[in-house]
């Protein structure tokens, strides 16, 4: 449970709020590259950390991310012209290079070096992989903090998958999912007996043993938890899960030491949340096997979208959502199986889809006041703390949080693994979940 103050500092993501100060710290995943594939693209509307903001492609192919509002007299960049290396607000005609710089005035006169005073809010932005980086804070290059080491976005693209979709709920409420590993038994396999799947397998052991122990601590940029529960007579099947400041998980799908991943909960609003998923395999058909797939992005089928709209929450918005109860069906959920790879308990179809239902459900910002916690929400707990006391650091001491300097404190895996019973877990694991190792 948490406090109801505790909880707004949890949950609050805008400028000037403590965790949305601390969100400004890190390098976050903005869109995609092939969101704005060519040069003097069209504008396009970007909330991010409860900001307005525009992004575009200049002429020469350099990234901008502007405030939305124009330095003028405040009217929508979103409507301008991208136009030789620059947007031109359509009002009166000022224009922004894709640093902020005000780089022509055509409606005062030619003396005038007004145009030399004015910027317009603008953030830094890079590529790399695929995923348009931004960084929201204070810093100013050559300042800026690296890029966090994340592996799955630095290995051969080719061998990269990305992809995202909107949540309608506050960042931390859809994160709490991914490192909550005991719903795994219930919201996902709970359809399955433990005879109908493959003996000595993750999924035969999730399902024999639904109440899983757990080691919880703090890591440089985070958390991380190791739950185990029986295997054989004389094993454990531990799963290790990361929390990466400030809004990164990585989950235990696939086997540790070979598994390559990161999500990203970056928050749109404190309501929405943009998710991401980078995935990569050596193995390039693995990418496309389907339980790989189902694995990876919780449907066999990929994701099912609306088409994106040009508004400021009209991208990557799944297809089923709470207007339809994301598709559930009664039937499938009394039989407990469909026709995809595992059996349904809930009678929405694929992993996504049945966490996307079930965090959305708990409203845009969960009240945590209202909640009762048990022993397995203990890398819940901690990783609110873990928050939290970086915010109060923050704010109260000025104190860069975890990892915001430290790229390669990124450079971990999670995954699952089977460990003698006596083993040492953290030894044992030291090098499997070390990343650029394979
Ligand atoms: S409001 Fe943008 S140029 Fe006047
Ligand atoms: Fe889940």
Known sequence: MLSQSDNE????????????????????PAFLSKELPNHDSDPMRLRLLGEDLIAFRDTGGRLGLLANSCAHRGASLFYGRNEDNGLRCVYHGWKYDVTGQCVDMPNEPDESNFKNKIRQKAYAIQERNGIVWAYLGPRQAPDLPGLPDLESNMVDPEATEIWT????????????????????????????????????????YTVSD???????????AGTMYAAYRPAEEDTYYYRFA????????????????????????VPLDDNHTMFWAVSASTNR????????????????????????????????????DATNDYGL?????????????????????GIHLQDQAITESMGAVYQRNQEHLGTSDAMVIKTRKRLLSAARALRDYG???????????????????????NADWLEATSTVRKAFTS
């Open 242 to 265: 990361q929390f990466l400041m400030p809004c990164f998980t990585m989950i235990p799908t696939n086997s540790l030491g070979t598994q390559i991943i990161f999500r990203a909960w």
């Open 399 to 421: 104190t860069q949080p975890p990892g915001a300097d430290d790229p390669a404190a990124y450079r971990v895996r999670s995954g699952g693994t089977i460990l003698p019973r």
């Open 165 to 204: 979709a909107m949540r309608n709920c506050n960042y931390m409420q859809a994160l709490e999912g991914d490192i909550d590993t005991s719903h795994l038994g219930f919201l996902h396999l709970g359809a399955i007996r433990p005879d109908e799947a493959p003996p000595k397998s993750f999924n035969y």
């Open 210 to 220: 639904k109440k899983p122990r757990y080691h919880v601590m703090d890591t440089d």
């Open 9 to 28: 500092m949890l949950c609050g993501v805008g400028p000037g709020t403590a965790m949305g100060d601390v969100m400004r710290q890190y390098w976050i």
């Open 329 to 349: 069906d009664r039937d499938v959920q009394r039989a407990g199986k469909n026709s995809g790879i595992v059996g349904s308990y809930t009678g929405i179809d």
């Open 285 to 320: 058909a693995e990418l496309k096997n389907p339980s790989f797939r189902e694995a990876f992005a919780g449907t066999s089928r990929g994701p099912v979208y609306l088409e994106n709209t040009s508004g400021w929450l009209g991208r990557w918005r799944l297809a089923n």
